[in-house]
């Protein structure tokens, strides 16, 4: 076990040190100048460019430069935004909450809703039941997620009224900043309205979270199935059925642990899919996360920004679906010998 975990930490460090070496390559590879793409001054005079030149090291060779790189990384010193002159490490941090908040839930809603309905579906293969669930997750599957989100916000918003077609909270409402979380601020704020900030919370979050969680509920449908059908031609199934018990039995027992363990690692591929589907998701609902936000910056073509975006939600990925990974091998003794 020791000599996975030392080798899937060594994978780590090598496709983050790759990612590093490309965002690098980014502030010669944009256009501009690459010491306004490292450091988002928009104005640099003669004065300050000696001394910025000497900081980031862009008279020595592309090696120095790519250390002092890294430890202005470390450090916390992306740089600054084009478009606001703030520091991106700062504005990163104030949306990419709400990004992580709308994908968790899209995923816990895919998890609740997938994992039972593909069990319902596996238990008679070929069925009504399980043709039914098929059909509606290939359904699901083949929805274009901006046509899915707007038909949503046409019938809720517009026809009937009950939910908002955008945004994160009522303007009535004003929350402080606690975690960045809107549900977890609301219940953690100490204010008069603070069960109708909740509900109305709640009614923001509905619609985008239904429309991120469809392409992840549809594909955890059609795994949990397949993997419950694969379980139940396994010798031990085969010998719990000999034994007098019946499906039902035979599957709480003994399929379904054997069954879920492969979905550990769904989950991580899922969030990498999530994220990806969040940037549109954030656009059209006017969620204030980090999708937003970076197709905000490619539109303002705002190099430092993109640079910033893309590392955050690289690393982001990549670290989920590591831990994901481990997690599964420490689940499954099995995936150990692989």
């Known amino acids: 076990m020791i000599v996975f975990l030392l080798r899937r930490l060594f994978l780590l460090g090598t496709v983050l040190f790759g990612l590093s070496v490309f965002a690098f390559s980014l502030g010669y590879l944009f256009p501009g100048d690459p010491l306004q793409n490292f450091s988002g001054v928009r104005y640099i005079d003669s004065a300050l460019r000696e001394q ?21 990384i470390l450090q916390g010193d992306w740089g600054l935004s084009f478009a606001s002159q703030q520091p991106l490490l700062k504005e990163i941090w104030q949306v990419l909450p709400a990004t992580l908040e709308l994908t968790a839930y899209a995923l816990l809603l895919s998890f609740m809703l997938g994992v039972p309905l593909g069990i319902l579906a596996a238990i008679k293969p070929e069925g009504t039941i399980d043709k039914s669930i098929s059909g509606i997750a290939l359904v699901g599957y083949s929805l274009p997620i901006f046509w899915w989100a707007l038909l949503l916000i046409m019938f809720f918003s517009v026809t009937l009224g009950w939910l908002p077609s955008g945004g994160r909270l009522g303007v009535l409402y004003e929350i402080p900043t606690i975690t960045g979380f809107m549900l977890l601020d609301i219940l953690l ?39 419950m059908l694969d379980v139940w031609e396994q010798n031990y199934i085969k010998t719990a059925k000999a034994k007098g018990l019946n499906r039902v039995q035979v599957l709480y027992r003994h399929g379904l642990r054997n069954a879920l363990l492969p979905v550990i690692r769904q989950i991580g591929l899922q969030f990498s899919a999530l994220i990806t589907l969040a940037m549109l998701t954030e656009v059209i609902f006017s969620w204030p996360g980090i999708g937003r936000w970076l197709i905000d910056s490619i539109y303002q073509r705002n190099f430092p920004a993109i640079q910033a975006g893309l590392m955050i939600i690289s690393t982001l990925v990549i670290t989920i679906n590591m831990l994901t990974e481990i997690l599964h091998t420490l689940f499954n003794p099995l995936a150990r010998k692989h």
């Open 52 to 72: 910025l030149v000497l900081q980031y090291r862009l008279d020595q060779p592309y090696s120095a430069q790519y250390l002092a790189f890294l430890g202005r």
């Open 189 to 227: 704020s100490d204010v008069s309205y603070q069960h109708a900030a909740l509900w109305d919370a709640l009614r923001h979050l509905t619609l985008p979270t239904l429309v991120l969680a469809t392409y992840p509920t549809t594909v955890m449908i059609r795994f949990v199935r397949d993997a």
